[in-house]
């Protein structure tokens, strides 16, 4: 009974919880590549930009605005689009 009623809590809690968060940065540079959030720094090791951006040659330059996703945690960033 008290396994059950953990699960239950777990399960509500996730169901709950934001696993990602969509963001606006700026680029703040290019090598090595850099982004800002509001005044947070993320570091060309914790950002994902996608394959895709070099195979229909969109650039990345110095206050390029982006659309990133934050995994939980703020562990990791994905460029999602240029704006």
Do not use: C, H
Not at 13 to 19: A, C, G, M, V
Request: proline content about 4%; glycine content about 2%.
């Amino acid at each position: 009974m008290m396994i059950e009623s953990i699960k239950k809590i777990i399960k509500n809690y996730l169901n709950n919880e934001d696993l990602v968060n969509l963001q606006f940065a700026t680029v703040v540079s290019v090598q090595p590549l850099q982004i800002q959030i509001e005044k947070l720094v993320i570091p060309e090791s914790k950002i994902m930009v996608p394959s895709w951006f070099s195979s229909v040659n969109i650039q990345i330059q110095n206050n390029d605005k982006l659309l990133v996703i934050r995994q939980q945690g703020g562990q990791l960033f994905f460029v999602f689009d240029k704006l």
